[in-house]
């Protein structure tokens, strides 16, 4: 009887795969099903939006920062214009604070359910995602209510907001958060306790809390490993510490325990929201008084001079920064993000750096994979909430 | 902890380095290290434990062109223990960008230094993976370098046509035409 001969197989997986959100290609080494190696390769999606944004003016950063992670748009704005702030020296009022931690909040929120619903479809529960996408439609809503657009707002501003909140904002949102409530239980009621996703999930693409450290995710991956680190609450800005909220952690840092997290972060959120919104008067201030930086209402740019001779420059030539760098630090959905921003004194950056939570986490995936079963490695996929547009940049 | 004392200790912790304050507009206290000394004052940045920077949360650089000491590579930290954050810089010459790598000493540093290498040219000595991360493997030049062009236009790719002699060409359309006809 001939001798059974064994090998390892390489298996390319991506970079056109349904569950790799985006492009990510992994190289695994397979002995039968476990996975012996994995090299993940990126960059397909590489549009080199950090050497666009040396071209543009500060205010017409916005639209971009705000397309490189396509699904946390208004915290990538916030971040930006913070550090823009830093550099320039303003205080922003403190209803615009407000205002900021609301839309934040609101988009975490609009991230997680995105994330738990694709992440539940590829581990099998397909409900999951039509119940998610339910209600993320909704804060598209909102969006669209305050913006007139979707995915990408822009409606934050260096100096604060584009405008005024619309009539009917509280009330959206209100409706919105007594509606979620409930329907945060219901995926529950479809995950937490289905022995289907316990087994795929329990105990499997564990990253240790030392392993976290190292490879410094500092987010929703690193809290369910037990690193309790959340910006919010450590290095606190636009008045998180006036706040009552809890920053959720568990030990396992499994996949279960991701879900864990995150979905605790969406009650917290919720009650952050909820907070935010007794504090915002229906109207009032929503930039800073500042004439270089933020531009004249329109109904003074069609009756008065001045107001369109300051509306034309700030359109044609923009406002100057001082020169020095600044990075501000936010709580993302995926973690900290913020970005670096170094100005040379005028009225163009000289360079912005966006600090990547899916690029460190994407880096850590080989850790998680390795020596688990290739069908796992969806599971993983989904749990670190990659986004590969804030990958590649 | 203010940035003098954070100063005081780092220069205790790391003997043989120079390290000199600068001043910050953010939360960051910032330091600039010389470049033969950043493994050390890395080392002690995590080890000491008055200091414990666990964390690196950002590497990255600058290109200060067409000034010189062109580059300035930053590594921002942080600390979760005592809640500092540093910000850590080093000097680079257009000339001799290389500096040693601290993938040893943080791991998340070494997709980090690869992108700074793929974009800005400046090499990390030791590093255990030194490719390219974003650009296509065949890229030529450093494109976040202030003197890389925006827009490259490059001729076209043209292949040039075969280079057949009137004989052949007739010689193939006969041979053509014989073995169709059997």
């Not at chain 1, 992994?26 to 939006?49: K, M, N, Q, R, Y």
């Not at chain 2, 076209?156 to 035409?177: G, I, K, S, W, Y």
Request: aromatic content about 8%; overall charge negative.
């Amino acid at each position: 009887m001939p001798e059974l001969r064994t090998e390892t197989m390489t298996v390319n997986m991506g970079p056109q795969h349904p569950s790799t959100h985006g492009v990510l290609r992994l190289v695994l080494t397979l002995d039968g099903e476990t996975v012996c190696s994995a090299s993940p390769t990126i960059g397909f999606l590489h549009t080199g939006i950090e050497k666009t944004t040396e071209q543009k003016k500060w205010q017409q950063v916005i639209p971009l920062v705000e397309r490189m992670d396509y699904l946390s748009a208004q915290s990538n704005s916030m971040a930006f214009c913070m550090s823009v702030e830093k550099l320039l020296g303003v205080e922003i009022p403190e209803r615009v604070k407000n205002i900021r931690v609301l839309l934040a909040e609101l988009q975490r929120i609009n991230s997680h359910l995105v994330w738990l619903g694709t992440h539940g479809m590829e581990v099998g529960a397909v409900s999951v995602m039509l119940y998610c996408f339910r209600e993320r439609e909704l804060l598209l809503n909102i969006n669209e209510m305050i913006a007139g657009f979707r995915l990408f707002p822009s409606y934050m501003r260096v100096g604060g907001l584009r405008e005024d909140l619309p009539r009917g904002f509280h009330e959206a949102v209100r409706s919105f958060l007594d509606r979620f409530a409930g329907k945060l239980d219901e995926y529950e009621d479809l995950l937490t306790r289905n022995e289907i996703y316990l087994k795929r999930t329990q105990g499997v693409g564990v990253i240790s809390k030392e392993d976290a450290v190292a490879y410094s995710l500092l987010g929703p991956i690193a809290r369910a490993a037990g690193v309790d680190y959340d910006v919010r609450k450590v290095f606190p800005y636009l008045g998180y510490e006036t706040y009552d909220f809890n920053v959720p952690t568990k030990t396992a840092g499994d996949v279960y325990a991701r879900y864990q997290v995150r979905v605790a972060e969406m009650r917290e959120s919720m009650k952050i929201c909820r907070q935010a919104l007794d504090r915002i008067t229906p109207t009032g201030k929503w930039a800073i008084d500042d004439p270089r930086i933020t531009p004249p209402p329109k109904d003074r740019v069609y009756t008065e001079m001045e107001a369109l001779i300051q509306h034309f420059l700030i359109y044609s030539q923009g406002f100057t920064v001082p020169a020095g760098e600044a990075y501000v630090p936010v709580e993302g959905p995926r973690g900290e993000q913020g970005f670096s921003v170094f100005s040379d004194g005028t009225n163009r950056p000289w360079r912005i750096k966006s600090r990547a939570p899916s690029l460190l986490a994407c880096q850590a995936l080989e850790r998680m994979i390795v020596g688990g079963l290739i069908a796992d490695v969806i599971a993983v996929i989904g749990s670190i909430d990659v986004v590969m547009g804030d990958v590649d940049r | 902890m203010d940035g003098s004392a954070l100063l005081a200790l780092l220069q205790q912790a790391a003997p043989g380095a120079t390290i000199e304050s600068a001043p910050t507009a953010d939360v960051h206290t910032t330091i600039y290290v010389s470049r033969d000394h950043v493994v050390e004052v890395a080392r002690a940045l995590r080890d000491t434990p008055e200091l414990r920077f666990a964390f690196l949360a950002e590497l990255t650089a600058v290109d200060l062109w067409p000034r010189e000491p062109r580059f300035e590579a930053v590594y921002v930290l942080v600390s979760i223990e005592h809640r500092l954050r540093l910000r850590m810089k080093v000097r680079l010459h257009g000339a001799d960008a290389h500096v040693a790598t601290v993938s040893s000493i943080w791991p998340a540093a070494n997709w980090l230094e690869r992108e700074v290498w793929d974009l800005f040219g400046i090499v990390f000595d030791g590093h255990p993976d030194p490719r390219r991360l974003l650009m296509p493997e065949d890229w030529e030049g450093f494109p976040l370098r202030k003197d890389s062009p925006v827009q490259i236009r490059r001729p076209p790719h043209v292949t040039e046509a075969l280079q057949v002699t009137q004989e052949e060409f007739a010689a193939n359309l006969e041979h053509d035409r014989l073995t169709r006809r059997r």
